[in-house]
T-cell receptor, first 115, second 113 residues
Framework: DTEVTQTPKHLVMGMTNKKSLKCEQHMGHRAMYWYKQKAKKPPELMFVYSYEKLSINESVPSRFSPECPNSSLLNLHLHALQPEDSALYLC??????????????FGPGTRLLVL | QKEVEQDPGPLSVPEGAIVSLNCTYSNSAFQYFMWYRQYSRKGPELLMY????GNKEDGRFTAQVDKSSKYISLFIRDSQPSDSATYLCAMSARQGGSEKLVFGKGTKLTVNP
């Protein structure tokens, strides 16, 4: 099983809503990532979790709050988002993030629209 | 200068053509080089993965890395309409105790039947 799954596939929310994005992998990977991808742009790293601990936060606004309940699950909690936060949110995982040789496997993404 | 440069295209070729996609980079610490394929409205899918310099072949796909020139390529032989997608190069290195993965902008490829 080399699959990373993400739910929901699509999400429309208002600026006052609270919602969560979910990501799951069963490859035994111990590192999980959140990326944001705007149209016609490469993915931009937001957060990295390694062994369920937040190891990298790329200066992401506090309206995005990641959570890693266990080694297979990764959540991204959203609150008071802005229209410019509309994008494709990608989850990825890799074996440990302990080495640059690790490749990341991506989920299909959640397409978010903030109204 | 950006760490990874990739011509965004678009690139349009007839079915059966050989496609050449390229990236250049400036950070000599990069050691791992990847090519991802991304269909419209989907997440990136890992295609090829190469360590250091050299060639790697997988079916119709060949990845080349020339570290002396800081240049990587992906060749697609006998291109098919199903190859129409955006191709992203990505490179990684371990710097300052943390892993760094940098993507190119992506090249949009259309293979016409």
């Amino acid at each position: 099983d080399t699959e990373v799954t993400q739910t929901p596939k699509h999400l429309v929310m208002g600026m006052t809503n609270k919602k969560s994005l979910k990501c799951e992998q069963h490859m035994g990977h111990r590192a999980m990532y959140w990326y944001k991808q705007k149209a016609k742009k490469p993915p931009e790293l937001m957060f990295v979790y390694s062994y369920e601990k937040l190891s990298i936060n790329e200066s992401v606004p506090s309206r995005f709050s990641p959570e890693c309940p266990n080694s297979s699950l990764l959540n991204l909690h959203l609150h008071a988002l802005q229209p410019e936060d509309s994008a494709l949110y990608l989850c990825a995982s890799s074996q440990t993030s302990g080495g640059a040789q690790e490749t990341q496997y991506f989920g299909p993404g959640t397409r978010l629209l903030v109204l | 200068q950006k760490e990874v440069e990739q011509d965004p295209g678009p690139l349009s070729v007839p079915e059966g053509a050989i496609v050449s996609l390229n990236c250049t980079y400036s950070n000599s610490a990069f050691q791992y080089f990847m090519w991802y394929r991304q269909y419209s409205r989907k997440g990136p899918e890992l295609l090829m993965y190469t360590y250091s310099s050299g060639n790697k072949e997988d079916g119709r796909f060949t990845a080349q890395v020339d570290k002396s020139s800081k240049y990587i390529s992906l060749f697609i032989r006998d291109s098919q309409p199903s190859d129409s997608a955006t191709y992203l190069c990505a490179m990684s290195a371990r710097q300052g105790g943390s892993e760094k993965l940098v993507f190119g902008k992506g090249t949009k490829l259309t293979v016409n039947p």
